[in-house]
């Protein structure tokens, strides 16, 4: 139910909706930029890569935009089908390819309340809901979305007043993006210096040495023997960490399988070279596929913080793409690690290190929840304005002219 005061049309009543020029071999006239899926994010146009296609002078004229409309992504993802940015003249002079809808608003509607609009429509759904299906692809198509219903204020004056109450929050998440971005920079930054003794805590001054992996770690082959159920088997995924295993790929009987302790160290001898190395972070041990790899840090050699931000460094990188080339041999197992040679500090350094180095991440993970949770507060925050659920304060004087509006001169 809507307000007395709005109005819930077609999305043609409000607005001018227009497919774009589709490719052609054949296509003749002069070469000029336009836009397609690639250029068009959530709520901003990328110009970054920009290309060009022939335009006969009726076909520019057509389809060149103008600054304040509005392009949609008409074939994409379920995901990302619908998702909408505002033209804003850059590049100048520039068309639109068919992969995207243009709505150029009328009189009846703000350009910048339509974009809020699109963006709620994206997010919850409603232009995904509309959608056609072909294999992998969604296609908004322009007659569905013209002819999807959205409710509108008549008054401009409150559609701007709602779309200046969402700004403070896409300021919000601006900022809080920016911030994580600057954050992340640091650590990298951070983290290669520290690992690598380039920068140092002012108290450490011994020397640092170097040593096999082997010298300061030691492999587990503790079988589980009956000991941990099928509850306790994780997987090691090179984003996720440890996570539980499919049950159908969980094997009938668990002897076999290796344990990990906590702090321990575990990985797939196939899928190092790509990251998949984990320490399992759970205060009771777990257990993987008897095929992984189990290890432990040797105390008073290496601490397992420290060697697991270690992990993340280029030289690290650099020592899995050579230990798994040069040979029809894929795989690397402990033998193979234990034989890579790395400079490390003394045991309180490394303390202090990856001390610090938490302490960033724990700061990084505040922010990235404070990021989801403005996120979350925006969705709420449109679901009510954008539905006339809770309504904005405009202006006595803008209330009066809604009221008495002037008679013509």
Known sequence: MIP???????????????????????????????????????GYIDTSDVLEMPFTDAEHLRFRLRTGDILLNEGQSLELVGRPAMYKGKPPDCCYQNTLIRFRPGHHIDGNFALKVF????????????ASRTTSIAHLGVERFAGLPIPVPKSIAEQQKITEAIDYWDRALSI???????????????????????????????????????????????RNSGRLGRESVRAVTNSAGMIPMRAQTIAGVLDRYMVVEPRAFAYNPMRINVGSLCKWPGDEPCLVSPDYVVFNCKAGE????????????????????????GSVRVRIYYDDLASLRYVIPPLPEQ??????????????SLLRAQLAALKTQKRGLMQQLLTGRVRVCLPAVSQAALACPEEPA
């Open 4 to 42: 007395k005061d709005w109005e819930k049309k077609p999305i043609s009543e409000f607005g001018q909706i227009q497919g774009g020029r589709q490719r052609s071999p054949k296509a003749k006239g002069k070469l000029r930029q336009y836009l397609r899926v690639a250029n068009v994010f959530d």
């Open 119 to 130: 963006q709620y429509c994206h997010h919850t759904g409603k232009f995904s809901a509309i």
């Open 176 to 222: 809080t993006e920016r911030l994580i971005a600057a954050k992340l920079k640091q650590r990298k930054g951070l983290m290669q210096e520290l690992l690598t003794g380039k920068r140092r805590f002012p108290r450490f001054s011994e020397p640092w040495r170097e040593v096999h992996l082997g010298a300061v770690t030691t492999e587990s082959l503790d």
């Open 302 to 325: 290496l601490d397992a913080d420290y060697f697991d931000y270690l992990r993340h460094t280029h030289r690290w990188d650099h020592s899995m793409q050579a230990a798994g080339n």
């Open 351 to 364: 303390v202090r290190i990856s001390t610090f180095l938490r302490s960033l991440d724990r700061e990084l």
